[in-house]
């Protein structure tokens, strides 16, 4: 009888510690990419702009790769880069001695419309580093990420609720096959 309740109680102990542990997994933090620098946050269709990255990303030296993300991205091209766009990647450019990007200009394409996202990204940092442009006249000028899911300080009651009921529940099997035990040696 002793067995039985201790292996229910452990049975108990570890699905209650699965409920508690599962959410903290699922909500394991994001950190965004550092944030590079454009000369201008607004451009028109066609035009230019200079993405430079602040020291202290990058290995000195290293080759870094910027792509550009937006509608009519591919008719987009890097300023001293000859070759032709694929995939949306713009080119690779060196690191410079203190870790950062000098600034290398953009010019976007003349169908351009709504915000592009600037990209570099290399070995040592495939996180990489943001930054955003937005195309005169378009609407969208929010540089922050969209909002998706549930809000976790709205969940917090039902998981302590869930995790209660759940306590309670293997408390009543527990008290339940100790009782049924108890009867079983009593007759």
């Given amino acids: 009888m002793k067995r039985t309740f201790i292996k229910a109680a452990a049975a108990t102990a570890l699905v209650a510690g699965a409920l508690f542990v599962t ?11 550092t944030t590079g620098t454009v ?16 020291g202290d990303v990058f290995a000195p030296g290293e080759s870094v790769t ?74 969208s000028t929010d540089n922050s990420l969209a909002t998706t899911g549930l809000d976790n300080a709205a969940l917090l009651p039902i998981w302590v609720g869930g995790g209660a009921l759940v306590l309670v529940g293997g408390g009543l099997a527990v008290a339940t096959t100790v009782r049924r035990n108890r009867k079983q040696e009593a007759a």
Avoid: Q
């Fill in 39 to 54: 000369s201008s946050a607004t451009v028109a269709a066609g035009g230019s702009f200079t993405f430079s990255v602040p």
């Fill in 23 to 33: 959410p903290t997994i699922a909500n394991a933090s994001y950190t965004p990419p």
């Fill in 66 to 139: 910027i792509s550009l993300t937006g509608e009519s991205a591919l008719g987009a091209s890097l300023g001293y880069v000859k070759f032709a766009v694929e995939t949306k990647a713009l080119g690779t450019v060196t690191a410079t001695a203190d870790g950062g990007v000098a600034p290398v200009k953009i010019t976007l394409p003349s169908n351009a419309s709504g915000r592009y996202t600037i990209l570099a990204t290399s070995a040592s940092n495939p996180t990489g580093v943001v930054a955003y442009v937005t195309v005169s006249g378009s609407a």
